[in-house]
């Protein structure tokens, strides 16, 4: 078996009595950039929430590193690697931008390599060393979305999930994170999970592909398969 890091089986989750997903399974090999890909409302948050332990799962099973996961508190899934970079950044305003990475450390093997992590993150991104005094609320939306992806890398995940991150941003600011983020997995066998709205972008840098529709995964491949498939260029792709 390949070097598997996250293993979904049947995901079901409800909000209430409403169901808003079925039945879906997907998993992310160690190293490998997968995309989530669908419109809104579709069910892709809600997907990656309960892969990070934010919600609870109604049926199904999420296996991380092995390790069956399903019901076990946001606390654990942190603890086993999986940290969420979450939709729309969520930063803390009124704390600076080096204040708000160390917010990231919350473990203490994080808090350990907190200096070693902070050099990493001023590597890639040396705007957030000029920046660190600065208040997050004060930055632009793309340096906001540096911090935000920063915060998860200080935390030393094994999985970082980001959802919807190119959301509102300039096109080679999305570039650079991705390509940083494309590196760190080639390098560090980081895995990745990118929710998307900008198709294209995600299935570019990812390695493989699902397509979620009404809570259910439709279609999924590689990134080629699904550039080329006549449903995702019609849907997702614009021709
Ligand atoms: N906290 C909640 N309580 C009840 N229903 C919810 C809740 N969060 C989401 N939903 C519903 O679940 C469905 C899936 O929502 P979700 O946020 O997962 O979609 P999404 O694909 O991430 O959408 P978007 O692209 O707009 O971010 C929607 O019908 C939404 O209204
Ligand atoms: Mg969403």
């Known amino acids: 078996m390949a070097d598997r890091f996250l293993e979904v089986t049947d995901l079901e989750v409800k909000y209430g009595d409403i169901q808003v997903i079925w039945k879906e399974s997907f998993y992310v090999d160690r190293g490998e950039i997968i995309a989530i890909v669908g419109s809104n409302g579709t069910g892709k948050t809600t997907t990656v929430s309960a892969c990070a332990g934010?919600?609870?799962?109604?049926?199904?099973?999420?296996?991380?590193?092995?390790?069956?996961?399903?019901?076990?508190?946001?606390?654990?899934?942190?603890?086993?690697?999986?940290?969420?970079v979450p939709e729309g950044r969520q930063l803390f305003p009124e704390m600076t931008v080096l204040e708000n990475l160390e917010m990231g450390c919350t473990s203490k093997e994080a808090r350990a390599k907190k200096k070693e992590s902070l050099e990493k993150v001023f590597a890639w991104f040396p705007k957030l060393k000029d920046r660190a005094k600065q208040l997050a609320g004060s930055l632009s939306g793309g340096e906001q979305q540096m911090v935000a992806f920063s915060r998860g890398m200080m935390q030393l995940p094994r999985l970082l999930i980001m959802d919807e991150p190119s959301l509102g941003l300039a096109p080679?600011?999305?570039?650079?994170?991705?390509?940083?983020?494309?590196?760190?997995?080639?390098?560090?066998?980081?895995?990745?999970?990118?929710?998307?709205?900008?198709?294209?972008?995600?299935?570019k840098v990812a390695?493989?592909?699902?397509?979620?529709?009404?809570?259910?995964?439709?279609?999924?491949?590689?990134?080629?398969q699904l550039l080329n498939d006549p449903e995702v260029k019609k849907a997702y792709l614009g021709f």
């Open 54 to 84: 934010l919600i609870h799962p109604c049926g199904g099973s999420i296996k991380v590193a092995g390790t069956e996961m399903a019901g076990q508190t946001a606390r654990k899934y942190i603890d086993q690697g999986v940290t969420l």
């Open 207 to 224: 390695d493989r592909g699902y397509v979620i529709e009404n809570g259910r995964i439709t279609i999924q491949g590689s990134s080629q």
């Open 172 to 203: 080679n600011i999305v570039d650079n994170i991705f390509a940083i983020s494309k590196s760190i997995a080639q390098d560090e066998g980081l895995s990745i999970i990118l929710v998307e709205q900008d198709v294209r972008k995600a299935l």
